[in-house]
């Protein structure tokens, strides 16, 4: 089974600072998708950026960018000018590219925000 | 709003109850994905179920058990329940193709067993 390892349990990151959280995984699929959720306070989870492992180009989705590494099977998420707001759970997430939508979850980083 | 609806919100009951949390899944996603979230701690998998058929499990406990419909909703059956099963319980759906593939969370039930 594939497994998501996020290193990172919790980070802080000074308010307009750029932070990158780590995630990597251990896969034998050469085709698979990745994301990042967002969890605030409230809860709610929240896709925040996500990307096909096909694809060499790195997503980005204004404030925040994935930097993946196919051959390393890294996917970290940079936030550049980090806000108030941004400070949540991030789980990084994994997903077979078959039809059993099988997902995977790493167990989470906290990010702090100072102002 | 992700289009995953989940019911109740909040629920209270007491140590050796049996309770019952519904999912109601995106219009036409066939897989449904039970998550349990104790306080400060990461998304636990439980089960999916695609289609009707359940696909794959994991920390699920025997007094826990799900299915899911022909109109593809889904309820949770937690019986017996402890202290320690006080947690947010998450739903959430994914579509069957490769064009629409993230999966859409639920707002989630909070569970509180006194």
């Known amino acids: 089974a594939q497994t998501v390892t996020q290193s990172q349990p919790e980070m802080s990151v000074q308010e307009a600072e750029t932070v990158t959280l780590s995630c990597t995984y251990d896969t034998s699929e050469s085709d698979y998708y990745l994301f990042w959720y967002k969890q605030p306070p409230s809860r709610q989870m929240i896709l925040v950026i996500r990307q096909e492992a096909y694809k060499q180009q790195n997503a980005t989705e204004n404030r925040f960018s994935v930097n993946f590494q196919k051959a390393a099977k890294s996917f970290s998420l940079k936030i550049s000018d980090s806000q108030l707001g941004d400070a949540a759970m991030y789980f990084c997430?994994?997903?077979?590219?078959?039809?059993?939508?099988?997902?995977?979850f790493g167990s989470g980083t906290k990010l702090n925000v100072k102002p | 709003d992700s289009g995953v609806t989940q019911t109740p919100k909040h629920l209270i009951t007491a140590t050796g109850q049996r309770v019952t949390l519904r999912c109601s899944p995106r219009?036409?996603?066939?897989?449904v994905y039970w998550y349990q979230q104790s306080l400060d701690q990461g998304l636990q998998f439980l089960i999916q179920?695609?289609?009707?058929?359940?696909?794959a499990k994991g920390n699920i406990l025997e007094r826990f058990s799900a299915q899911q419909f022909p109109d593809l909703h889904s309820e949770l059956n937690l019986s017996s329940l402890e202290l320690g099963d006080s947690a947010l319980y998450f739903c959430?759906?994914?579509?069957?193709?490769?064009?629409?593939?993230?999966?859409?969370f639920g707002p989630g039930t909070r569970l509180t067993v006194t």
């Open positions: 179920y695609y289609n009707g058929e359940e696909r």
């Open positions: 959430a759906s994914s579509a069957a193709g490769l064009a629409d593939y993230e999966q859409y």
């Open positions: 997430a994994y997903r077979s590219a078959d039809n059993f939508n099988k997902f995977y």
């Open positions: 219009s036409g996603d066939l897989s």
